[in-house]
């Protein structure tokens, strides 16, 4: 499911391909729950004849910037693409919502589970959105010292908290396992526990990890495509979220521990990641 790299290539493809266009038309598939909020016609008022004047993401969402003030807030989930074809492209049955653009192509967002969402906000409802969320790994002014307290004034384990939206934003599961192995960090460590040494190891995994993925196209494990429909080419690069139990560690060759972790699959090595005796 798309986390923060593949947001962002999304984001970016979207950026090049689209960014300046007007939303001519809107048009509603059968499934007008992909709409959150306002109700469908509101949202089709509100966009309609409006120009898209930048593509932005905050942590898992891509934020469509209206010149109108407001920002359609466009999260994913599972398996939600939103990319842009010519109007010949025959439309599928999970196809939900098509944005028709001035030059005649369209931006279309499709979803086979429907947990994916689109939200149109004023700017007070993005400024909400935006302090709702922890804070991006990947921006410089995120320090270690700053990752090291959040982590101290938590005593739940690192996993579940990477995956807390409103701890840090953008890293889900498999960036989660991909970063706590890279640090050689055990999942269920709580987060307390860590050491200022450790903090910042996980951090610069996690940055590592994720700028990787950014510049690989993101992971295609099934659904995930970006803006103009490419996979990615990530998931060739997985060093652990892939593997199955007892596996060899690719760095040790320890059979690979499974965990659920908030219902959440979880691999990781035992021997690269212990668990430090109480
Ligand atoms: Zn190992």
Do not use: W
């Not at 493809?13 to 992909?34: E, P, Y």
Request: proline fraction near 7%; aromatic fraction near 6%; glycine fraction near 8%.
């Amino acid at each position: 499911m798309p986390e923060l790299p593949e947001v962002e290539n999304v984001r970016r493809s979207l950026t090049a391909a689209v960014d300046g266009t007007t939303i001519a038309a809107v048009r509603l598939g059968a499934f007008t729950g992909c709409i959150a909020a306002p109700e469908p016609d509101a949202f089709v008022a509100r966009v309609t004849g409006r120009r898209i004047t930048d593509f932005g993401r905050r942590g898992k969402y891509l934020l469509i910037a209206l010149d109108s003030g407001d920002t359609i807030a466009v999260h994913l989930r599972m398996t939600g693409e939103l990319t842009v074809t010519s109007p010949d492209t025959p439309t599928g049955k999970h196809h939900h919502l098509t944005f028709v653009l001035d030059d005649g192509r369209e931006l279309r967002f499709s979803d086979t589970r429907k947990f994916g969402r689109l939200t149109l906000l004023t700017p007070d409802e993005a400024a909400a959105l935006d302090r709702s969320l922890g804070p991006e790994p990947l921006d410089d002014r995120f320090t270690a010292e700053r990752f090291a307290a959040m982590l101290a004034a938590r005593s739940r384990a690192v996993k579940p908290l990477l995956l807390d939206q409103t701890f840090l934003a953008g890293v889900g599961n498999i960036y989660a396992d991909e970063a706590l192995f890279a640090a050689r960090i055990h999942p269920l460590r709580p987060a307390n526990s860590l050491t200022l040494d450790e903090a910042a190891r996980l951090l610069d995994s996690i940055r590592v990890t994720l700028a990787a993925a950014i510049e690989r196209g993101g992971t295609t494990l099934r659904d995930y495509r970006d803006g103009l429909g490419r996979p990615g080419n990530n998931q060739h690069y997985l060093n652990i979220y892939h593997r199955a139990e007892g596996d060899p560690c690719p760095r040790c060759g320890e059979p690979i521990a499974r965990l659920v972790v908030v219902q959440r699959g979880t691999r990781f090595c035992p021997r690269c990641q212990p668990l430090p005796m109480p």
